[in-house]
């Protein structure tokens, strides 16, 4: 599996968003969000418009062993198991229609659940909504919402993230349908969809599609399941561009 780690170095971020303060309930682990210490502020750009109708996830692995966890990867054949990401993850944030009126959602996964069980956290600190016609989801989170057991914000060393856009997100094993998806890496080459990045949280920091080894492509939506593997055209879920701020 490839995995894209970057040094530290200044650069330019994507044009930045307004983002909207959101007054909530949103809970992080051990106590409320908090909107002070760490932040990430993410943001990601598919080719089209971003689809109520679609699903978008943001996934993150908190972990201090990087090298040797697969992190979060894109599920793309039955059995579904939770419909959109399997490896390994410890929250996300997802965008759609079922998110209620804020259209964002955090969760963090329930431990021992084989990734099947999630507790909603609330909708992110802030957020900017994409509009009718917007390419760009945008959000603000704080990093002591990745906190996990035996990992505590002021601990957090390294997180793998990874960008998932799907048209639906089967659990029936059974099911014969199959399923459009975009996520980081090239699914036209063998081996190059399981490709999250991993990024250090130790200093601020802006990491962004331009900055990889191997920079996000355009036109590599895929549709898989039941023996299908073959790259199509949606440009609602072709991921193009990406970024990641770490603000401490």
């Known amino acids: 599996m490839t995995r894209k780690t970057w040094m530290l170095a200044a650069k330019i971020a994507l044009p930045a968003l307004p983002l909207l303060a959101v007054a909530g309930c949103a809970r992080a682990p051990g106590g409320a969000q908090n909107s002070t210490g760490a932040q990430l502020i993410v943001s990601m750009t598919v080719a089209g418009r971003i689809n109520p109708a679609f699903s978008y996830f943001v996934l993150f692995n908190t972990t201090n062993s990087p090298t040797t966890?697969?992190?979060?990867?894109?599920?793309?054949?039955?059995?579904?198991?939770?419909?959109?990401?399997?490896?390994?993850?410890?929250?996300?944030?997802?965008?759609?229609?079922?998110?209620?009126?804020?259209?964002?959602?955090?969760?963090?996964?329930?431990?021992?659940?084989?990734?099947?069980?999630?507790?909603?956290?609330?909708?992110?600190?802030?957020?900017?909504?994409?509009?009718?016609?917007?390419?760009?989801?945008?959000?603000?989170?704080?990093?002591?919402?990745?906190?996990?057991?035996?990992?505590?914000?002021?601990?957090?060393?390294?997180?793998?993230?990874?960008?998932i856009a799907t048209n639906s997100t089967?659990?029936?094993?059974?099911?014969?349908?199959?399923?459009?998806?975009?996520?980081?890496?090239?699914?036209?080459?063998?081996?190059?969809?399981?490709?999250?990045?991993?990024?250090?949280?130790?200093?601020?920091h802006i990491y962004q599609n331009s900055d990889s080894v191997t920079p996000e492509p355009s036109g590599d939506v895929t549709e898989a399941g039941n023996g299908v593997f073959q790259t199509t055209s949606e440009p609602d879920l072709d991921i193009v561009n990406w970024s990641v701020e770490v603000r401490n």
């Open 69 to 163: 966890s697969t992190g979060p990867i894109p599920v793309v054949a039955s059995p579904w198991g939770n419909g959109f990401a399997a490896g390994q993850f410890t929250q996300f944030v997802r965008y759609d229609s079922t998110q209620g009126s804020a259209g964002y959602g955090v969760y963090s996964v329930v431990p021992g659940s084989n990734l099947r069980s999630f507790q909603f956290l609330g909708s992110p600190l802030q957020f900017t909504p994409p509009g009718d016609s917007g390419s760009t989801l945008q959000f603000r989170i704080p990093l002591s919402q990745l906190a996990v057991s035996g990992i505590s914000a002021d601990q957090i060393q390294n997180l793998q993230i990874n960008f």
């Open 170 to 204: 089967p659990t029936d094993a059974n099911t014969s349908a199959t399923k459009l998806f975009d996520a980081l890496g090239d699914a036209r080459q063998v081996g190059g969809v399981n490709n999250p990045i991993t990024i250090s949280t130790a200093q601020s």
